[in-house]
């Protein structure tokens, strides 16, 4: 029976509402955004036709919240919800509650989440039906010291995932036994705050593995579908950083055969929608992992190598229509790669950032580009959510077409007044091992040295970047102080003359410790900046927008420069740099260092203290823990000492920065 739908309610935020926001309308749907208090002004809110309060910023008052959505469902006139990823995506009360409700859930019946949801269940599921599994345990009996026997039985290292949970949350490698207990109730504590469900299992942690995933789709007449894998080996944490479709090597025989595994995995339970059956693969063998019962985050690379649109997929299959195509009308052309841009700084072991996008460029002006963000420019990254700022898809006629598209896309991204992923992304797009498609989930841990090399001094370049828009914008500011009666005052000019002398000014910056002073030479058409290196011909103009078209000693070149008080952000050739403009019309910049404190990362809430006042540590051990955008950060003991004070208790807020606990020698 066809349940026609005409108003949709996306509950869920960011990028994803948007995106479903995005083909509802095109199917001529009435859209309706749910909103926390923090993101009453989110890009969601302004894109849907309707907007409905759910309450206060963390998600487990707000978007989490069952009775909320479905009251602002029914005060909207929706006659569906879709869930998006995360949240409430894969919980069955919510899917049970919709169909109480009479609302049409944009997903799988509650049974097949059910079925899905406990990865425990489900990997005895797929026992029985033959699909063969990592070893593990995967029972119901949570007692610790069991756990741990367990995994001393199935030997290190060993992995704690959340059996409710996906994302990399909930998840730990253990690699010896006495690390197991710390790892258990870190993990416990993880899953229970992002799926309310503390129940773990514990597998092999194999070495060299592939992640490689299966899209597939059921309606409710039986029929059941794959369109193709993803390969989704790149990741951090247990995080994917870079999915691809299709994935690389994956021969027809045995795309075939992890195709039907996934369809049988789906028919088994009874599957309608949109999921995903995800495999470790290993050598010759693959074994089956999870199935996510929703649309995945990167989805957007299969839309890429099928041209089909998985959401209008799943509003048709919702509403009780038969797939579009059958499995052998399902193409696949080209070749995509989707990354994650993220607001987290690399420098400080990705430490999840929030605060203010003072300037932000996406690449999806250009041709084979597709960018899904959730944010503008203005808006703030918030402490209480995932501090993904877009997701950045291309495609190709093949695999390296596309990685071509990809580092060019990265070099057309920028982002100024928060940390972010990017110049790594961009190493990854670069590494010969990318371009080789040498794929396993310790690709980055192998390649660490390419892809994090640390801080390095500015160059030359940068330097005469910064100098010429410091240059250009005093000029500027000095002509807007022209009086209006007297346009030709020289008070109003700043050529640099001076009598029966070489024109010039000084200028300071600073990158990071080091100070470099320019001396600038004022010429007829530009300046001679003396740099570290030399001098060098500068000549060019900056646009109001930082976009500055230069020549250097001839050298053509394009570039921006944005500047946030004193920080000067300069983009060049696909690079990204900071330097400091120290203006000596101002009072000397005080350092605010927080060398040798110990001082919470970010903004967040204590939920362990491991230690009390007296007590002494020795380096390396685990002090306090903050949770922060659903993630446990823990401040350990920078060397040998005793705890002198604490300054907060368990449940508190803290600021980024905040001292935390005072440590002296023991």
């Given at each position: 029976?066809?349940?026609?739908?005409?108003?949709?309610?996306?509950?869920?935020?960011?990028?994803?509402?948007?995106?479903?926001?995005?083909?509802?309308?095109?199917?001529?749907?009435?859209?309706?955004?749910?909103?926390?208090?923090?993101?009453?002004?989110?890009?969601?809110?302004?894109?849907?036709?309707?907007?409905?309060?759910?309450?206060?910023?963390?998600?487990?008052?707000?978007?989490?919240?069952?009775?909320?959505?479905?009251?602002?469902?029914?005060?909207?006139?929706?006659?569906?919800?879709?869930?998006?990823?995360?949240?409430?995506?894969?919980?069955?009360?919510?899917?049970?509650?919709?169909?109480?409700?009479?609302?049409?859930?944009?997903?799988?019946?509650?049974?097949?989440?059910?079925?899905?949801?406990?990865?425990?269940?489900?990997?005895?599921?797929?026992?029985?039906?033959?699909?063969?599994?990592?070893?593990?345990?995967?029972?119901?009996?949570?007692?610790?010291?069991?756990?741990?026997?367990?995994?001393?039985?199935?030997?290190?290292?060993?992995?704690?995932?959340?059996?409710?949970?996906?994302?990399?949350?909930?998840?730990?490698?253990?690699?010896?036994?006495?690390?197991?207990?710390?790892?258990?109730?870190?993990?416990?504590?993880?899953?229970?705050?992002?799926?309310?469900?503390?129940?773990?299992?514990?597998?092999?942690?194999?070495?060299?593995?592939?992640?490689?995933?299966?899209?597939?789709?059921?309606?409710?007449?039986?029929?059941?579908?794959?369109l193709h894998e993803r390969?989704?080996?790149?990741?951090?944490?247990?995080?994917?950083?870079?999915?691809?479709?299709?994935?690389?090597?994956?021969?027809?025989?045995?795309?075939?055969?992890?195709?039907?595994?996934?369809?049988?995995?789906?028919?088994?339970?009874?599957?309608?929608?949109?999921?995903?059956?995800?495999?470790?693969?290993?050598?010759?063998?693959?074994?089956?992992?999870?199935?996510?019962?929703?649309?995945?985050?990167?989805?957007?690379?299969?839309?890429?190598?099928?041209?089909?649109?998985?959401?209008?997929?799943?509003?048709?299959?919702?509403?009780?229509?038969?797939?579009?195509?059958?499995?052998?009308?399902?193409?696949?052309?080209?070749?995509?790669?989707?990354?994650?841009?993220?607001?987290?700084?690399?420098?400080?072991?990705?430490?999840?950032?929030?605060?203010?996008?003072?300037?932000?460029?996406?690449?999806?002006?250009?041709?084979?580009?597709?960018?899904?963000?959730?944010?503008?420019?203005?808006?703030?990254?918030?402490?209480?959510?995932?501090?993904?700022?877009?997701?950045?898809?291309?495609?190709?006629?093949?695999?390296?077409?596309?990685?071509?598209?990809?580092?060019?896309?990265?070099?057309?991204?920028?982002?100024?007044?928060?940390?972010?992923?990017?110049?790594?992304?961009?190493?990854?797009?670069?590494?010969?091992?990318?371009?080789?498609?040498?794929?396993?989930?310790?690709?980055?841990?192998?390649?660490?040295?390419?892809?994090?090399?640390?801080?390095?001094?500015?160059?030359?370049?940068?330097?005469?970047?910064?100098?010429?828009?410091?240059?250009?914008?005093?000029?500027?500011?000095?002509?807007?102080?022209?009086?209006?009666?007297?346009?030709?005052?020289?008070?109003?000019?700043?050529?640099?003359?001076?009598?029966?002398?070489?024109?010039?000014?000084?200028?300071?910056?600073?990158?990071?410790?080091?100070?470099?002073?320019?001396?600038?030479?004022?010429?007829?058409?530009?300046?001679?900046?003396?740099?570290?290196?030399?001098?060098?011909?500068?000549?060019?103009?900056?646009?109001?927008?930082?976009?500055?078209?230069?020549?250097?000693?001839?050298?053509?070149?394009?570039?921006?420069?944005?500047?946030?008080?004193?920080?000067?952000?300069?983009?060049?050739r696909g690079g990204e740099?900071?330097?400091?403009?120290?203006?000596?019309?101002?009072?000397?910049q005080a350092a605010t260092?927080?060398?040798?404190?110990?001082?919470?990362?970010?903004?967040?809430?204590?939920?362990?203290?491991?230690?009390?006042?007296?007590?002494?540590?020795?380096?390396?051990?685990?002090?306090?823990?903050?949770?922060?955008?659903?993630?446990?950060?823990?401040?350990?003991?920078?060397?040998?000492?005793?705890?002198?004070?604490?300054?907060?208790?368990?449940?508190?807020?803290?600021?980024?920065?905040?001292?935390?606990?005072?440590?002296?020698?023991?």
């Amino acid at each position: 029976m066809i349940r026609p739908i005409r108003t949709l309610l996306v509950a869920n935020r960011g990028e994803i509402a948007v995106r479903v926001m995005r083909t509802a309308k095109a199917l001529g749907l009435r859209t309706v955004a749910v909103y926390s208090e923090a993101d009453a002004n989110a890009l969601h809110v302004a894109v849907a036709d309707e907007a409905y309060p759910i309450g206060p910023a963390p998600a487990r008052e707000s978007y989490l919240r069952i009775d909320a959505i479905l009251d602002a469902a029914k005060k909207s006139g929706a006659d569906a919800i879709h869930p998006g990823y995360g949240f409430l995506s894969e919980n069955a009360a919510f899917a049970d509650a919709c169909e109480q409700a009479g609302i049409v859930f944009v997903g799988p019946p509650a049974s097949a989440i059910r079925a899905m949801g406990s990865k425990s269940a489900a990997k005895a599921l797929m026992e029985k039906a033959g699909v063969p599994l990592v070893p593990g345990y995967h029972g119901e009996d949570q007692d610790a010291a069991l756990l741990a026997r367990e995994a001393e039985r199935i030997g290190f290292p060993v992995l704690i995932k959340a059996s409710a949970g996906g994302g990399g949350k909930g998840m730990k490698v253990v690699r010896a036994a006495d690390e197991f207990p710390e790892a258990l109730a870190s993990a416990q504590r993880e899953a229970k705050s992002a799926f309310g469900d503390d129940k773990v299992l514990v597998e092999k942690y194999l070495t060299t593995p592939r992640h490689i995933e299966v899209q597939v789709f059921a309606d409710s007449h039986g029929n059941c579908v794959y369109l193709h894998e993803r390969d989704c080996s790149i990741q951090r944490r247990h995080q994917k950083v870079v999915e691809e479709a299709p994935a690389p090597g994956m021969t027809p025989e045995r795309r075939a055969a992890m195709g039907k595994a996934a369809v049988d995995a789906a028919k088994a339970v009874g599957y309608r929608g949109a999921g995903t059956v995800e495999f470790i693969a290993e050598g010759e063998h693959f074994y089956f992992m999870e199935m996510n019962t929703r649309l995945q985050v990167e989805h957007p690379v299969t839309e890429a190598i099928t041209g089909q649109d998985l959401v209008q997929w799943q509003l048709r299959v919702a509403q009780g229509e038969t797939l579009p195509l059958t499995q052998e009308e399902i193409p696949l052309e080209g070749h995509a790669i989707e990354v994650r841009l993220y607001a987290e700084d690399p420098e400080r072991d990705f430490l999840p950032q929030v605060g203010r996008l003072d300037h932000l460029q996406l690449p999806s002006h250009l041709d084979h580009t597709r960018v899904d963000t959730g944010v503008r420019a203005g808006d703030t990254v918030s402490i209480h959510y995932d501090p993904m700022i877009a997701k950045i898809i291309v495609s190709g006629a093949d695999r390296l077409e596309a990685v071509r598209r990809l580092e060019a896309a990265l070099a057309a991204t920028e982002v100024v007044g928060l940390a972010t992923n990017r110049v790594f992304l961009k190493a990854i797009a670069a590494h010969p091992a990318f371009a080789a498609a040498e794929l396993d989930t310790n690709f980055i841990a192998r390649h660490q040295d390419v892809l994090l090399p640390g801080p390095a001094p500015v160059d030359d370049t940068v330097l005469a970047l910064a100098a010429l828009f410091i240059l250009k914008e005093e000029a500027r500011q000095s002509a807007e102080t022209v009086d209006a009666a007297d346009p030709w005052s020289p008070w109003g000019l700043a050529p640099g003359w001076r009598l029966n002398r070489d024109a010039h000014v000084d200028l300071t910056f600073a990158d990071r410790e080091r100070r470099i002073d320019i001396r600038a030479h004022f010429r007829p058409h530009g300046f001679v900046l003396a740099l570290p290196g030399g001098d060098v011909a500068v000549e060019g103009d900056a646009e109001a927008d930082g976009s500055l078209r230069v020549r250097l000693d001839g050298v053509a070149l394009s570039a921006r420069v944005i500047r946030t008080g004193n920080r000067l952000t300069v983009f060049v050739r696909g690079g990204e740099y900071a330097v400091d403009f120290i203006d000596p019309r101002l009072a000397s910049q005080a350092a605010t260092g927080t060398a040798g404190r110990l001082v919470a990362p970010m903004p967040g809430t204590i939920i362990r203290i491991a230690v009390e006042e007296g007590q002494e540590v020795t380096k390396g051990a685990a002090l306090v823990v903050v949770e922060a955008m659903k993630m446990e950060h823990t401040v350990a003991a920078p060397r040998d000492g005793k705890v002198k004070a604490l300054k907060f208790a368990v449940g508190d807020l803290v600021d980024e920065g905040a001292e935390l606990l005072v440590l002296e020698d023991a």
